[in-house]
């Protein structure tokens, strides 16, 4: 596993990065005191960081020990989780963003097995409505609005 975090690591950094570099290439339309590439390049940096740390616990000989495996329910579990995913853009298209991330977020957390129906309702719609916030006033990027883009 050394090796592995090793190379994971060091792919971290090329892909962070890559993103890094990608981003100074947006149009530099300063909507605050940031622009469009200040997600992107934020996220690029966390990126780098994760690397360096996996390969200095790698080095450290912090390696996690492989002890479980992928059965075969779990991978199914993991392909229709994917297949959700995919289905979320759809949803959040047709119906938009923050009503069809609470829809995706509910289902998919009756999927994985959440208990309580009350935390799962208002963990949905928590978390979508901050992520729409954020989205709308922070970062001021549109999201789909879909056929209820009346509501927000």
């Given amino acids: 596993m050394k090796r592995a975090d ?30 469009p590439n200040f997600f992107p390049q934020i996220l690029s940096i966390l990126l780098g960081i994760c690397g360096i740390i996996l390969i200095i616990r790698a080095m450290r000989g912090e390696v996690l020990a492989k002890t479980d495996r992928i059965d075969l329910q779990g991978f199914f579990r993991m392909v229709i989780a994917i297949g959700m995913c995919i289905g979320y853009l759809f949803l959040m298209q047709a119906i938009g ?46 999201l789909p609005m879909g056929m209820f883009g009346f509501t927000f």
């Fill in 97 to 142: 963003f923050a009503m069809g991330t609470t829809v995706f977020l509910f289902v998919l957390m009756t999927f994985l097995g959440q208990q309580g129906l009350i935390v799962r309702v208002m963990s949905s719609i928590t978390a979508s409505l901050i992520v729409w916030a954020i989205f709308r006033y922070f970062l001021v990027i549109p």
């Fill in 6 to 35: 090793i190379g994971v690591g060091i792919g971290l950094i090329i892909f962070g990065a890559w993103v890094f570099w990608y981003s100074t290439e947006y149009q530099k339309t300063v909507i605050y005191i940031y622009g």
